[in-house]
């Protein structure tokens, strides 16, 4: 598939993002190469565990820009990305993130419905959309509330801060943290997890999704990512981005 290398195992599949040029930023297409991909394995019986990462150093470094800028608020509202997303999440086998380097972004919202992040010592985790006058859109607001808590949450998100692996590790945002690169461990477990019992795997993943997320308001995050799309500061944002600036924000 366009942008990914899909590499089938017994009894599991490693899907690595490939667009190293632009650190594997997560394009619309992409995006639906791996829902393709996901949809697949969901049905195949020869595949029990998906494992996700990223090629030359880095796992997503966010959306792509060029998709962003011109982007309308309604245009956002029926974005076929909400549903590469939903078909992510709704993956029913447990779905597991190795990340070294950049997760930043989109690129941290696919790490975060994974249900097993691996940490290699390079990992820089970071939401900073807020830098370019936007919010997360994809449950990053919620899931990461969800894992780290308000206080750590907000600090992320409000700030745009990027944090180093240990701190993403202690925080409980990662259930590893790995010794050099994140990928060998993280092989090692989805080869682990390819073994045990599908079924149960699957029944215990249900459950515990339903559980983390049956309160979180991502219809709020949703709808208030969308409505920022027509701002002024977000075109501010995205023009001082592309112009390497500190952006000069109004609040209209």
Do not use: C
């Not at 370019?132 to 919620?142: D, H, M, V, W």
């Not at 894992?147 to 801060?161: F, H, P, V």
């Amino acid at each position: 598939m366009e942008n990914l290398t899909i590499t089938q195992h017994p009894f599991w599949l490693h899907i690595e993002l490939n667009r190293p040029a632009v650190k594997n930023a997560l394009n619309t297409a992409t995006l639906a190469a791996l829902a393709d991909a996901l949809t697949q394995a969901a049905t195949d019986q020869n595949i029990r565990a998906v494992l996700i990462s990223g090629n030359d150093g880095n796992f997503a470094a966010g959306a792509d820009i060029t998709e962003i800028a011109t982007k309308t608020s309604a245009q956002a509202a029926t974005d076929p990305r909400k549903a590469h997303w939903a078909t992510v999440r709704a993956f029913p086998k447990p779905l597991i993130a190795a990340i070294d380097g950049f997760a930043l972004g989109g690129g941290l919202e696919l790490a975060l419905m994974a249900d097993l992040i691996i940490l290699g010592e390079t990992a820089k985790l970071g939401l900073p959309e807020t830098n370019l006058g936007l919010i997360p859109g994809a449950g990053g607001t919620q899931r990461l509330l969800a894992l780290a808590g308000r206080a750590r949450a907000s600090r992320m998100i409000l700030t745009g801060e990027i944090i180093d692996a240990e701190t993403a590790h202690q925080w409980g945002i990662a259930a590893y943290l790995a010794t050099g690169s994140a990928l060998p461990d993280a092989v090692a477990l989805t080869t682990k997890l390819a073994q045990r019992a599908p079924l149960a795997l699957q029944a215990a993943k249900a459950a515990l999704v339903a559980g983390d997320e049956a309160t979180l308001a991502f219809t709020v995050e949703r709808a208030n990512f969308e409505a920022l799309m027509d701002t002024k500061d977000k075109a501010e944002g995205i023009a001082a981005f592309r112009e390497k600036r500190k952006p000069s924000f109004t609040g209209a």
